[in-house]
């Protein structure tokens, strides 16, 4: 059975610093890596995708990297704003029809002016 | 466009009740998902269709929950008997296909979920 694991649970910030958050899973025959956000209240935003054949993807200020083999991913924020307060979740998909997700615990992120 | 919506927002029920959740995913998307959130945790996968026909029910926790989606697009999640531990967000996720399809077709976009409250 898939397990992932997101560490850390919690992590406070001063503005403008860069960030990595972790993301571990236990069974490495994934077709998928997604990381969301999720605000307080709402639902999931879908922040990137990367396909098991690929080793990263980028959009804006974030990076995603994607280590198949070893089982691990990691969330890159560059300057990080107040803004980006928010709780980031690491979701696998099984490499067969389907793609339900498997998700992490996710990390509190909280950005501090 | 429309993303997935999902109604109610807010469910309040007893213990033993009977409740539906509607679930509108993007027009198009083929693929429709289920999970459930408790408080603190991640999502965790319940049923997922592929059309109008239930692909994958592994999820769900026992045979007092069960998911339709007759016409291929609008799912409704019945919780017979609720019980307190029932008490949870239930999210809905829609995709254009249902993997294996590779790139952005894959990617799951969700709605803003339902609160149940079973008291």
């Known amino acids: 059975k898939q397990e992932v694991t997101q560490i850390p649970a919690a992590l406070s910030v001063p503005e403008g610093e860069n960030l990595v958050l972790n993301c571990s899973f236990t069974d490495s025959a994934i077709y998928n890596l997604q990381w969301f956000r999720q605000d307080p209240g709402k639902g999931l935003t879908s922040l990137l995708l990367i396909q098991s054949s690929q080793r990263e993807q980028t959009s804006g200020r974030l990076n995603a990297s994607l280590d198949k083999s070893s089982g691990r991913s990691t969330l890159y924020i560059a300057a990080s704003q107040p803004g980006d307060s928010a709780t980031y979740l690491c979701?696998?998909?099984?490499?067969?029809?389907?793609?339900?997700?498997?998700f992490g615990g996710g990390t509190r992120l909280m950005v501090k002016p | 466009g429309a993303g997935v919506s999902q109604t109610p927002s807010n469910k309040v029920t007893e213990k033993g009740k009977y409740v539906e959740l509607r679930c509108d995913p993007i027009s198009g998307h083929t693929a429709l998902y289920w999970y459930r959130q408790s408080l603190g945790q991640g999502p965790e996968f319940l049923i997922y269709f592929q059309g109008t026909g239930a692909a994958d029910d592994s999820g769900l926790p026992n045979d007092r929950f069960f998911a339709v989606r007759p016409e291929g697009s609008v799912s409704t999640l019945k919780i017979q008997r609720t019980e307190r531990g029932d008490s949870a967000v239930y999210l809905c996720?829609?995709?254009?296909?249902?993997?294996?399809?590779?790139?952005?077709?894959?990617?799951?976009?969700f709605g803003p979920g339902t609160r149940l409250t079973v008291l």
């Open positions: 996720a829609s995709s254009l296909r249902a993997g294996l399809a590779g790139g952005p077709t894959d990617t799951q976009y």
């Open positions: 979701a696998v998909g099984p490499n067969n029809a389907g793609n339900m997700l498997t």
